[in-house]
């Protein structure tokens, strides 16, 4: 499956409700639209979150995406990416 980085940054309300349980409930959100949570970390900088999900393709990611910021009330921003090794290949063949 294609991965995503979602990095997202928190409201001043978001902030409020941070705990495991509404971090259970993206979890939850992300499997329902056939995604892998591969991991979630906080950051300090220019985004508080990046959460790195696989899903099956663009469609669900943008849901996802849009889904989350309804559910938690943190705006994402959510890119493609691939691994070094196999942008290495893509470029090798050009």
């Given amino acids: 499956m294609p991965t995503f980085f979602m990095f ?3 409201s001043s ?6 705990s495991a349980e509404r ?3 993206v979890i939850n959100l992300v499997e ?3 995604g892998k949570v591969n991991s979630m970390y906080a950051l300090l900088g220019e985004y508080d979150l990046v959460f790195i999900v696989d899903f099956p393709g663009t469609q669900e990611a ?3 995406s849009v889904g989350l910021t309804k559910l938690t009330g943190i705006s ?5 990416a691939v691994t070094v090794e196999h942008f290495d ?6």
């Fill in 8 to 10: 997202g940054k928190y």
């Fill in 23 to 25: 971090t259970r409930k």
């Fill in 62 to 64: 943008m849901k996802a």
């Fill in 32 to 34: 329902k639209l056939g």
């Fill in 13 to 18: 309300e978001a902030v409020k409700e941070i």
């Fill in 76 to 80: 994402f921003s959510t890119s493609p």
């Fill in 89 to 94: 290949k893509m470029i090798a063949e050009m």
